[in-house]
């Protein structure tokens, strides 16, 4: 399966859909992005912007989801940055916390959890 990713205002992904690999799949056995996208465009009669994502991240970095936005600059899909401490890795185009969390051994009943107030890690029990 090829799968797209349709981007929205801002380049954030409203919807992600599933096409056969045959739709991409030019008389050279060459897959192509663009057929897909009018393969789409062409169906559901509309001019959307698609971007083809990897659903093993082999390329754009990430497999696109609902609320990522496509950074054309990086040509990668990025998840919403899930606090504003949090640092964006160029390699990944994923966000890290500001401090790696702890090694500690946590009792059974107990985990990490980020807090942004006081910018570190805490100890949550379940």
Excluded at 48 to 75: C, E, H, L, M, P
């Amino acid at each position: 399966m090829a799968y797209f990713a349709k981007l929205g205002t801002g380049n954030i992904i409203e919807t992600v859909i599933s096409i056969n690999n045959s739709v991409i799949t030019d008389s050279n056995g060459i897959e192509q992005e663009q057929l897909g996208v009018d393969f789409i465009n062409n169906l559901y009669n509309t001019r959307d912007v698609w971007k083809q994502t990897s659903y093993n991240g082999s390329f754009r970095k990430n497999y696109a989801g609902i609320g990522f936005q496509y950074d054309q600059t990086r040509d990668a899909f990025i998840p919403p940055k899930p606090h504003n401490s949090w640092i964006l890795n160029e390699d990944t185009c994923l966000w890290n916390a500001p401090f790696a969390m702890p090694a500690t051994e946590l009792e059974e009943n107990q985990y990490y959890s980020w807090n942004e107030s006081i910018i570190n890690w805490e100890i949550k029990t379940r």
